[in-house]
């Protein structure tokens, strides 16, 4: 099972911009789809994006699309997440997780990373 690790979270003021990495170790990425889920205290787990493992389908959640971007570097086993004009309601712990192929549902995925604090200060 591939295991997960997101990089890049922290604090940042509204308007600005982060990138996230999710980098795979133990298997790599091969063939796997992945996703972005994100999770706000008391709040249930949202789907922010996900990207095919030859990165040609990509979709993102609603509440994010137009702000946010993903993309991979199969050679370096990482998956990116580009994050501009952050708002406040972005604040959350975002996951990278691993799935057959992409989906909107976190159901689908088997393999979690242990997620990154993200904090939008107004």
């Known amino acids: 099972q591939v295991q997960l690790v997101e990089s890049g979270g922290g604090l940042v003021q509204a308007g600005g911009s982060l990138r996230l990495s999710c980098a795979a170790s133990?298997?790599?990425?091969?063939?796997?789809?992945l996703g972005w889920f994100r999770q706000a205290p008391g709040k249930e787990r949202e789907f922010v994006g996900a990207?095919?493992?030859?990165?040609?389908?990509?979709f993102y959640g609603d509440s994010v699309k137009g702000r946010v971007t993903i993309s991979r570097d199969n050679a370096k086993n990482t998956v990116y997440l580009q994050m501009n004009s952050l708002k406040p309601e972005d604040t959350a712990v975002y996951y990278c997780?691993?799935?057959?192929?992409?989906?909107?549902?976190?159901?689908?995925?088997?393999?979690w990373g242990q997620g990154t604090q993200v904090t939008v200060s107004s």
């Open positions: 990207i095919s493992w030859r990165g040609t389908t990509i």
């Open positions: 997780a691993a799935a057959q192929a992409p989906s909107h549902s976190q159901y689908d995925y088997t393999s």
């Open positions: 133990g298997r790599t990425l091969n063939s796997r789809a």
